[in-house]
C-alpha cells in the first residue's frame, strides 16, 4: 500500500527527498505522514500533512528543514529534507490515516537514512 524510497547516505548540511508511493486503499487518505525511528529509540511523528483543508504539521526538531508535500494525481508523498543534521539518521517511515480521528492505519516498510558528520 506504501512504499518509500530515497533514503541514503550523505553528509551532515546536505539534502535529501524522500518519496512514498501509495497504491490501494492507500490512495486518497485523509492524511499522510513520515515517521523515523533510530536505532535503539521509539518511532517518532516527523511531518504530516492532510488536504481537506490543506494543513501541514512538523516536528519541533524538523522546522523549517524538512516539508512535507502531497501530489494527490500521482498518489505520492514527498518529504524534501535540508540541512541534515547526524540526529536525523535513522529509518524513514511513511504512514497514511484512512479518516479524520483515525490511527495510522497503513505503513512502508521504511527506507533507510544515514547522515555523517
Known amino acids: 500500500q506504501l512504499v518509500e524510497s530515497g533514503g541514503g547516505l550523505v553528509q551532515a548540511g546536505d539534502s535529501l527527498r524522500l518519496s512514498c508511493a501509495a497504491s490501494?486503499?492507500?490512495?486518497?487518505?485523509?492524511?499522510m505522514g513520515w515517521f523515523r525511528q533510530a536505532p535503539g529509540e521509539d518511532r517518532e511523528f516527523v511531518a504530516g500533512?492532510?488536504?481537506?483543508?490543506?494543513?501541514?504539521k512538523y516536528a519541533d526538531s524538523v522546522q523549517g528543514r524538512f516539508t512535507i508535500a502531497r501530489d494527490m494525481r500521482k498518489n505520492m508523498v514527498y518529504l524534501q529534507m535540508n540541512s541534515l543534521k547526524s540526529e536525523d539518521g535513522g529509518t524513514y517511515y511513511c504512514?497514511?490515516?484512512?479518516?479524520?480521528?483515525?490511527?495510522?492505519?497503513?505503513w512502508g516498510p521504511g527506507t533507510q537514512v544515514t547522515v555523517s558528520s
Open positions: 504512514a497514511a490515516k484512512l479518516y479524520k480521528g483515525s490511527d495510522w492505519s497503513f
Open positions: 490501494g486503499r492507500a490512495v486518497n487518505s485523509y492524511g
Open positions: 500533512i492532510i488536504q481537506h483543508p490543506s494543513s501541514t
